[in-house]
Structures are given as structure tokens and as C-alpha cells.
């Protein structure tokens, strides 16, 4: 049995790899709307209160398996009132995407060694769990597990429509070891700790284009060249060569520019929790749980294969006398197919805190509140430091000098510190069963300005029901379904937005349109739906051995 046990806690627990903080992590939290501070749920109480384990007696073994169907779809439209006359440089309504605008995302997951893995199947049926001992007449509790506590990964074809945002895109940390005990110090409080080892990792592969004003400047003079005739082959037209080329290859700002990966990780990356739980009298109790932040300096590596129409561009253009000081003094790409090297990113995993109680009443039935407030004013933005200079960098920090440099991109993220409530009711049926229900109406980290499709997770309810059933003496089974849906509509800005400066609805992480908006607005001045969908339904089992 020993080696059974040991060798299931070597098996990853992925069964939460795909969302996001305290997701899918107990199925009994699951049911209860994740109200589970101050009602302990069992070995997974070294993520949500450690001093929950002192209700563990001897020695003990819990299994869960998550079964999880996830959809993750948008939809690209044009504004009701857009007029194509008044177009511009940047005719929004000649975007290829508009052909083929819905999007569709799967399930993925990073792994060590690999990268990011789509999960294919509909259904996700992975395992976690953890053991538990507490030494005869101790009043210490002793427990370990292997979980998930905050993931999210996606997966899309690679002719998706919203593959620019990104193809596919894994942020996770994976607890592979957590050492943690309870400690009963008396009938009524107990205090518990786990200091977990974790695995944190930030990868994407995503393709690049940049739908910029100064693109749409150089695709008109190609097309005032003669460049290329109505099939799009080159007609060897150049005329103010050598002085300068543009009829290198075909660009344009609906065109790509390349595809870009990054992968990094950090293998070790340590942070501990602390809980309280207080139960002066049988029908009330109180819970205090804190999960410390963790700052994580991932390295890894990045691609970036260009395509052959931008690198023949700027090799041609580098070869004219204007391309050549213009070039040198702007640092502009060289027109090379590839360029790769070491990437480096600084991740602080935020702190939590989270109270919650459980009151007892009319003798069956038991209400559990939760509040919970997670630190996410920390990531204000994600900041990718490379080795080397990388050509597209040199070029785009010509108009976002605020976030590009020749080897650095900073992503805004501006996500905000919010608190969050859950709700839980159990009804015991009788000795064996207990019935439950939770809800948990989940305030979302991203404000409005910082929408996407990379996270389409704006507000959102999530609903669940489960049970609980005492099987024998010394084992129980935690059975839970749950639903969550989150939708928004990011809305384009009006036409003249880009010239006034104004920008009262769209995201500058997905759909402003301006001169600067280079790298964060693959999608300008189009109406973006998102819409999540999550439903689960959990099975775990604890028993003594």
C-alpha cells in the first residue's frame, strides 16, 4: 500500500491545469462554492486551511478525479455604424479575420520538457491527491499533496481567428511537493502551515501581426509602385531604386509579420500557507487561511520565424541607400528568416487571504460564507527580458517606446486586487449522506480596458451541487457538478476615436486602434464577444490505510 501511495503523488495533478485560482483543486470546496475556510474538506485543506487537517484521524489517503469540458469562443464583428469611406490607412473592414470570425479555443497544459499541450479530448479525466497522518495521541496532524493552485491554459488551431491572441498561451504553478502540518492546541483552535514547492510556468505561441497606420502607409505606396499585380506576384517594379526599395515582399497591416514562442520556467519556486480554525461551540466555526506570495524569475527560450514576405522586404529595403541609414539608425529588421535566444520573465504569484465560517442550524442544515481577496495589483505587467536584440522589438519601439526597447517587450496587464465571496448549504439527509449546493459569484482580476481573448474571463457565476457519503466508518466519498459562464462584448471605439485620443470602449489589450497601438491591438476597431464555458463534475475518495 506504501508503494502504491508513494508512487501516486508522483503522478502530476493536472486535474486543475487548465483555470484558475482555487479552481477544480477539493471536490467537496467544489460543491460548496468554495466556502470551505471554517468547514474542513479533508488533505486539500493544505491549500484552503491548513489547521482543517486536525480533523484527519490516522492515517489517511484521498483520490480525486476532475472531469472538466471546457469552451472558450469569440467572435470578431464589424461596429453597426462603421463606414468604409472613412476607412483610412487601417481599413478595418478588409481584415481577413472578418471571412472567418468565430474563434475556439481548447484546454492546455505546459509541461516540463514539452511545452504547451492541447488537450483534445471533451472531457478531462486526471487525477490529484495527497496523504495524511496523525501519530496516535499527537496533536499534530501530517499531511502531503500534488496540486494545481492557479492555471490557465488554450489551445486554437493554427487558423483560428483569434489565433494573434494568442495561438496557444499556459500560465500555471504546479505544487509537487507540500509538507504541512494541523495542530490541535486545544478542543476548540487549531493552526496549521504548508510550505509547498512549486513548478511556475508562463509560455505562448502566438502569431504576429501589427495592424498599425504606418503599415497601411507602406502598403498604399507599394500599391503606387506597382509592386505587385491583382494576383499578388511581384511585378519586379522598384521604381526609385537604389535610392529606395519597398517591392521586397508584400506587407500591409492585416498581413503577418512572423510567429513567435516563448516558453519559460522556473522548477523551483517555494511559498507556504498558514490557517486558523476557531470552533467554540457546535454550531459555529471560523477560518482564517493566508497563501504567501512567491516571486518567481522564469527563464526559458523564444523563436521567432518570420514570414518570407517580411523578411524580403527589409532585406530588399536594407539594401537601398535610404534603407541602409535609415535602417542603421532605427535599428529596422535586417530582412533574417529566424532569430531565437534566452528569455527571461519575473512572476510574483500573489498572496490570498481568505475568512470564512460555518454556521449549524435547525440541526440538519449548515450555511458556509466565504470572503476571499487575492493580491493581483501585482501584476501590473509581464516584462520579457531577451539576450539580444530581436528585430521586430527594434522596429515596433519606434511607436510604443513605453513598453518595447530593442530587447525587452512589456505586456500591461493592470489587473486589480479584488474580493471575491462564496456561499455553501448542506442539508444532512441522514447519518451516511449530506446534500449540498454552493454558489460563488466570482469578481473578475481584469478590468475593462484590459479585456481579451487570451483571458476571457470577465465576471462570473459559478454554480454547484454534491454530496457527501460516509461509505464505512473510515471512508468517505465527495461526489460535486459544477457550471460557471463568463461572457463580454468588447466593443470597438467610435471611427474618429484614433484621433481624438478618446477611447470609451474598446481594450488596449486586444481592439484600440491608434498610432501606438502596435503591439497589444492585433484586432483594431473590431467588436470582440467572448464567452467561457466550464462545467465539471468531481469524484474524490479518502479512506485510512
Not at 511545452?115 to 496532524?141: D, E, N, R, W, Y
Request: proline letters at 6%.
Amino acid at each position: 500500500m506504501r508503494i502504491l501511495i508513494f508512487l501516486f503523488l508522483m503522478i502530476p495533478g493536472l486535474a486543475t491545469a487548465q483555470l484558475i485560482q482555487n479552481m477544480f483543486i477539493d471536490t467537496k470546496a467544489m460543491s460548496l462554492g468554495n466556502a470551505v475556510t471554517a468547514d474542513p474538506t479533508g488533505i486539500m485543506d493544505i491549500h484552503f486551511n491548513p489547521a482543517g487537517l486536525t480533523k484527519l484521524e490516522g492515517r489517511q489517503i484521498q483520490i480525486q478525479l476532475m472531469n472538466i469540458m471546457l469552451s472558450a469562443e469569440a467572435n470578431f464583428s464589424l461596429p453597426e455604424d462603421y463606414d468604409p469611406d472613412e476607412a483610412g490607412l487601417v481599413p478595418i473592414h478588409e481584415d481577413p479575420i472578418l471571412n472567418d470570425p468565430k474563434s475556439k479555443a481548447i484546454a492546455a497544459a505546459y509541461l516540463p520538457g514539452v511545452g504547451i499541450l492541447p488537450m483534445h479530448l471533451p472531457v478531462l479525466t486526471l487525477p490529484t491527491g495527497g496523504v495524511s497522518i496523525q501519530p496516535a495521541g499527537s496533536k499534530f496532524t501530517f499531511a502531503n499533496a500534488a496540486y494545481a493552485p492557479m492555471a490557465a491554459g488554450f489551445a486554437k488551431e493554427s487558423d483560428d481567428a483569434g489565433r494573434y491572441q494568442a495561438r496557444e498561451v499556459a500560465l500555471q504553478r504546479f505544487t509537487y511537493f507540500s509538507p504541512s502540518f494541523g495542530y490541535k492546541v486545544n478542543d476548540q483552535l487549531a493552526l496549521g502551515a504548508s510550505f509547498l514547492f512549486s513548478h511556475q510556468a508562463v509560455a505562448v505561441n502566438q502569431d504576429v501581426r501589427a495592424p498599425n497606420m504606418l503599415i497601411g502607409v507602406l502598403e498604399e505606396l507599394q500599391g503606387a509602385f506597382g509592386c505587385f499585380d491583382e494576383n499578388g506576384n511581384s511585378t519586379g517594379n522598384d521604381p526609385l531604386a537604389p535610392i529606395i526599395t519597398l517591392c521586397g515582399g508584400s506587407v500591409g497591416p492585416f498581413k503577418d509579420i512572423g510567429e513567435l514562442q516563448i516558453l519559460t520556467e522556473e522548477t523551483l519556486s517555494p511559498s507556504y500557507n498558514l490557517g486558523l480554525l476557531w470552533e467554540p461551540t457546535d454550531w459555529f466555526a471560523l477560518g482564517l487561511g493566508y497563501q504567501s506570495e512567491a516571486k518567481a524569475h522564469l527563464k526559458g527560450s523564444f523563436e521567432l520565424e518570420y514570414t518570407d514576405e517580411f523578411a524580403d522586404f527589409f532585406r530588399t529595403f536594407r539594401s537601398s541607400i535610404v534603407g541602409a541609414i535609415g535602417g542603421a539608425i532605427f535599428s529596422l529588421p535586417t530582412g533574417v528568416k529566424r532569430e531565437a535566444g534566452n528569455v527571461s520573465v519575473r512572476l510574483t504569484y500573489p498572496q490570498h487571504f481568505q475568512a470564512g465560517i460555518k454556521l449549524r442550524f435547525l440541526e440538519k442544515y449548515q450555511l458556509n460564507v466565504d470572503a476571499g481577496w487575492t493580491d493581483f495589483d501585482k501584476w501590473d505587467a509581464l516584462r520579457f527580458e531577451f539576450d539580444r536584440n530581436v528585430s521586430f522589438l527594434s522596429m515596433a519601439k519606434l511607436l510604443a517606446p513605453d513598453i518595447v526597447t530593442d530587447n525587452s517587450l512589456t505586456m500591461p496587464m493592470g489587473y486589480e486586487s479584488v474580493w471575491s465571496f462564496g456561499f455553501g448549504l448542506q442539508y444532512d439527509l441522514n447519518s451516511r449522506i449530506k446534500l449540498r449546493m454552493g454558489y460563488e459569484p466570482r469578481k473578475s482580476s481584469i478590468p475593462d480596458d484590459r479585456r481579451s481573448v487570451q483571458a476571457p474571463l470577465g465576471d462570473a457565476n459559478l454554480y454547484s451541487v454534491g454530496m457527501g457519503y460516509q461509505w464505512d466508518k473510515d471512508t468517505v466519498v465527495d461526489l460535486s457538478l459544477s457550471f460557471m459562464q463568463s461572457e463580454e462584448v468588447i466593443l470597438a471605439d467610435p471611427q474618429g476615436a484614433d484621433a481624438t485620443g478618446e477611447y470609451p470602449n474598446s481594450s488596449d489589450s486586444i481592439n484600440r486602434n491608434c498610432l501606438t497601438c502596435t503591439v497589444t491591438n492585433p484586432y483594431p476597431g473590431l467588436n470582440v464577444e467572448t464567452k467561457l464555458t466550464i462545467g465539471a463534475a468531481g469524484i474524490s475518495f479518502r479512506t485510512k490505510f
